[in-house]
C-alpha cells in the first residue's frame, strides 16, 4: 500500500485475442451467486448489487479489472470465488469498507455503465470484444457497416467508439470525420485499431480525429485499459 492507497498491480502477460477466443466465458454478471439481487443506490434511484463481479468494481473504482483482481488476491478487498471457476465476486458491504477505509469517492456507486460501439469488419472477432467488454462491465453495441455506426453513436451518445483502421481505413476516417464536425458529440472518444507495421505514426492518430490507438496484436487487457483510460 503506497500512500494510503490500495497496492496497484505489476504488468503481466495477456493472452491475445486469438487466444481469449478459445477460452472458457467467464459467468455472467448477473449469475446465481447473487448478481441480480440488488438494492437501491442513493441519488438517482438507480440499483447496485449485493454481490459485484471485478468488472462492475472495476467501473465503479475507476480502474482496470485486473487491479481489482490483484486487490483481492492480496486480501485487501474481501470476497469469494465462484465454486468451479477463477470468477471472484465482492459482496457491496466488504467494497463500501474497502473504498471508505481507502478514502475512494463514493459517487461511482451512481455511475452508470460505460458506453462503447464496436465498428468491426471481423464479425468473429466483433462478438470476441463484445462478450470481453460486456464482463468487464461495459455496455456494447455493434456496428456493420457506417449508417449503422452513425444511428448508434447518435442515439447512444457513447463514451467512445472503436474503429479497425486495420481492415477499414477509408471507413474508419469517414465515420471519425463524421463525429468530429458534431458539437455534441465532441466527448465521444475514438479508438482506432491498427496494425502493428502501420506505415502512419503515433502523431498523426489525434490529426485524424482519434484519440488513441491500439496495434495488433493486442490482449483483452490492453483493449480495456485503453478504453478506461480514455473514458475516465
Not at 200 to 205: C, K, N, R, S
Request: aromatic share 4%.
Amino acid at each position: 500500500m503506497v500512500n494510503g492507497r490500495p497496492q496497484q498491480p505489476a504488468q503481466h502477460a495477456e493472452p491475445t485475442l486469438t487466444d481469449v477466443e478459445h477460452q472458457t466465458d467467464v459467468a455472467d454478471l448477473h449469475d446465481p451467486a447473487g448478481g441480480t439481487d440488488a438494492r437501491p443506490s442513493s441519488g438517482n434511484g438507480r440499483s447496485v448489487p449485493k454481490v459485484l463481479t471485478t468488472g462492475q468494481v472495476a467501473r465503479i473504482c475507476n480502474v482496470a479489472p485486473r487491479t481489482v483482481s490483484k486487490w483481492f488476491d492480496l486480501g485487501q478487498l474481501r470476497g469469494y470465488r465462484i465454486p468451479g471457476s477463477r470468477d471472484r465476486r465482492i459482496p457491496l458491504d466488504q467494497l463500501l469498507r474497502f473504498m471508505k477505509l481507502h478514502d475512494m469517492p463514493l459517487n461511482g456507486l451512481d455511475a452508470g455503465p460505460r458506453r462503447v460501439v464496436l465498428v468491426l469488419d471481423d464479425e468473429d472477432l466483433a462478438r470476441t470484444i463484445r462478450s470481453q467488454l460486456e464482463q468487464a462491465a461495459f455496455q456494447v453495441h455493434a456496428a456493420r457497416n457506417g449508417f449503422e455506426a452513425g444511428l448508434l453513436v447518435e442515439r447512444l451518445r457513447p463514451h467512445a467508439v472503436v474503429l479497425d483502421t486495420a481492415e477499414c481505413q477509408a471507413l474508419s476516417a469517414q465515420i471519425a470525420c463524421a463525429i468530429r464536425v458534431e458539437p455534441h458529440l465532441a466527448d465521444v472518444k475514438l479508438l482506432a485499431l491498427t496494425n502493428p507495421d502501420a506505415a502512419e505514426p503515433g502523431p498523426a492518430i489525434p490529426r485524424r480525429g482519434f484519440d488513441a490507438r491500439l496495434a495488433r496484436p493486442f490482449s483483452i487487457t490492453q483493449l480495456i485499459d485503453s478504453l478506461y483510460e480514455l473514458t475516465g
